[in-house]
T-cell receptor, first 114, second 112 residues
């Protein structure tokens, strides 16, 4: 597809389970971001990938959160031992130009932890 | 610590009214963007500003970047129900070369 694709679009899980969220960026985009958005709130930065450079993980809230990206392709965000406070929409965005480039967002993965 | 503060947080107005949304920081931005997000979707870029004092117009929307590049405003003239959404500013702050930081957001509702 032409846009950023995220899956699953909705995920309901039980507390303590692990979840994996996937992001397929726009082809050729070197930069990829993950953000978390709690209900009715703004975007909270989680992690940033730029080409083959070391990722900026400064926004990950705990060691239960991790993300990987292979080259300039798909990225996965993994949350281990989920907690109720992890419930949110997880948005992925990609960009062609790092500094001032437009971010193209996917529709997000809505995670509900029961 | 929230680097980018937006005000107001919520705004409910009637069709035809004017409004201004503010985005402020104590840090200097090398560039700043405004996005609009509708329910169930990701944010969509409205504008990018890079020069202090810059003013950009997009139909009924006017964006201004402060002279010191620490603040920005979004003014909407004659608001319409289609303007309803969450407005987010996002800045690339000087010294944080890698990540775009988003503001706290302003939720706008325009009613008939």
């Amino acid at each position: 597809g032409a846009g950023v694709s995220q899956s699953p679009s909705n995920k309901v899980t039980e507390k303590g389970k692990d979840v994996e969220l996937r992001c397929d960026p726009i082809s050729g985009h070197t930069a990829l971001y993950w953000y978390r958005q709690r209900l009715g709130q703004g975007l909270e930065f989680l992690i940033y990938f730029q080409g083959n450079s070391a990722p900026d993980k400064s926004g990950l809230p705990s060691d239960r959160f991790s993300a990987e990206r292979t080259g300039e392709s798909v990225s996965t965000l993994t949350i281990q031992r989920t907690q109720q406070e992890d419930s949110a929409v997880y948005l992925c965005a990609s960009s062609l130009i790092r500094a001032t480039g437009e971010l193209f967002f996917g529709e997000g993965s809505r995670l509900t932890v029961l | 610590t929230q680097l980018l503060e937006q005000s107001p947080q919520f705004l409910s107005i009637q069709e035809g009214e004017n409004l201004t949304v503010y985005c402020n920081s104590s840090s200097v931005f090398s560039s700043l963007q405004w996005y609009r997000q509708e329910p169930g979707e990701g944010p969509v870029l409205l504008v990018t500003v890079v020069t202090g004092g810059e003013v950009k117009k997009l139909k009924r929307l006017t964006f201004q970047f402060g002279d010191a590049r620490k603040d920005s405003s979004l003014h909407i003239t004659a608001a319409q129900p289609g303007d309803t959404g969450l407005y987010l500013c996002a800045g690339l702050i000087t010294g944080t070369a890698s990540k775009l930081t988003f503001g706290t957001g302003t939720r706008l509702q325009v009613t008939l």
